[in-house]
């Protein structure tokens, strides 16, 4: 159901073979234009096949059938629709002019969708910071109880990161924003370098000299790449709401947990399962992409049945676990009152470097002031008392600090005073940046 659901999305349909042959014709068209452009081909030629051109995707599959080469049937089906004038269709290209041409058109408008989806999950990402900039809870390392932070900060380090993702798949797009117009081995010989320029114009796009017969394939191993990074990104944001959606944490939930056949109780974070699992998925499409880039000599078939799955797979999947993860957020249940009450149930201990800092401050060596502390903290966690409490009771403690600077030590204001600092600093100051900014 859930891709049934998916299966329409601008995303999908760019993938489909009708777009993909209808992205070839514009190649062909546009290098028919530039040749007759440059007196190669009869004027008007241009224009009669545009006039006649049509996809017959019937056709198309069963000449393909027939000769196993679908490019080839492609433009054979196409000829017999254009007549005379077909002769000129495809004059001086060889077929990866037209397939890897027509790819990086793919490819360009692919990563504008998945950028503007990343633009809407950055929004969703600083609103939840900002409503959460003053939220506290207690922060973690190594699963274990770390220091005061709040869930605003935790959220604007997502926030961060993914900008950092968007600058990297804003750089793919302009690495594969190229084609290649150059013939079988990238040398021009019956195609020239002035037709290669001007059909790539009309296409907005960049030549993408020197070739071989394909465009590098280091290019696509920049997208993939980008593309995993930005599926990492989720990845963080779903693994931290399954660990604080944990029973005995019980910080988050999602806004749609699913329950259990078996256990009326339970409350699931699926959805966030579901987006670490994806994220294998697209990270697997990195290795292979890397490998595709060292082909025999100026060019083999190794990498051709590879990209057919991972291309498609990479951006469906990042399309839609961006999409996902912004309703996850969006949704996100958050009580404020659990994650004051793990501070409280600390029992100060999270407040120990402030401890161990002012003993040094007063005269302590660290060293003697570490295991000073680490002492107290014991003992609390021993006799189930406060921390602050034994702090105040102890003579070592009370030699150097004064009962107003041990109640400072143990006030959340001190230890997130910076806190809004921090908001102020991020990029794009205390708002952040708006999508028609970035």
Request: charged share 30%.
């Amino acid at each position: 159901m859930m891709l049934e659901r998916y299966a329409l999305s601008p995303m999908r349909e760019l993938w489909s073979p009708e777009a993909q042959y209808e992205r070839w014709l514009r190649v062909e068209l546009a290098a028919l234009a530039a040749l007759e452009g440059l007196g190669v081909v009869p004027a008007g030629t241009t224009a009669e096949v545009r006039a006649r051109a049509r996809i017959d995707v019937g056709r198309i599959r069963e000449i393909e059938r027939d000769i196993g080469h679908d490019l080839l049937a492609f433009l054979w089906a196409l000829e017999e629709e254009v007549g005379a004038a077909g002769r000129w269709i495809h004059y001086g290209l060889t077929s990866s002019d037209v397939k890897d041409t027509a790819l990086s058109l793919l490819l360009r408008d692919a990563l504008g969708i998945v950028l503007d989806k990343a633009g809407a999950l950055a929004e969703a990402l600083r609103e939840f910071a900002e409503r959460h900039r003053e939220t506290p809870m207690v922060g973690r390392t190594h699963g274990q109880y770390a220091e005061p932070t709040t869930l605003g900060l935790k959220a604007l380090c997502w926030w961060a990161e993914l900008g950092r993702d968007i600058a990297r798949l804003e750089r793919a797009r302009e690495a594969i924003s190229v084609g290649k117009l150059a013939g079988a081995v990238g040398t021009y010989p019956y195609f020239p370098p002035e037709a290669e320029e001007r059909a790539l114009a009309e296409l907005g796009l960049a030549p993408a000299r020197p070739t071989t017969q394909v465009i590098p394939r280091d290019r696509y191993a920049d997208v993939l790449f980008a593309l995993a990074q930005t599926g990492s990104l989720v990845e963080k944001v779903a693994l931290e709401v399954r660990h604080l959606s944990r029973s005995e944490v019980a910080e988050v939930a999602e806004g749609r947990p699913e329950g259990s056949s078996a256990m009326p109780h339970k409350r699931n974070p699926i959805l966030s399962e579901r987006l670490c699992g994806l994220a294998r998925l697209l990270r697997a499409t990195v290795s292979p992409a890397l490998e595709d880039n060292a082909l025999w000599h100026e060019r083999d078939m190794s990498h051709s049945s590879v990209e057919r799955i991972i291309l498609p797979q990479a951006f469906i999947l990042v399309d839609y676990m961006l999409v996902k993860c912004r309703e996850l957020i969006r949704s996100l249940r958050v009580y404020p009152e659990r994650m004051l009450g793990r501070i409280l149930d600390s029992r100060g201990i999270v407040f120990s470097e402030g401890l161990l800092l002012a003993l040094v401050r007063a005269g302590l060596s660290r060293r003697a002031a570490h295991a000073h502390v680490a002492r107290l903290v014991a003992e609390a966690e021993r006799a189930g008392r406060d921390l602050k409490e034994i702090a105040l009771g102890d003579a070592t403690v009370r030699e150097r600090l004064t009962p107003e600077e041990i109640e400072g030590i143990f006030d959340l204001r001190t230890t997130l005073r910076e806190v809004g600092r921090i908001f102020a600093s991020a990029p794009g100051g205390p708002q952040g940046r708006t999508r028609s900014e970035k």
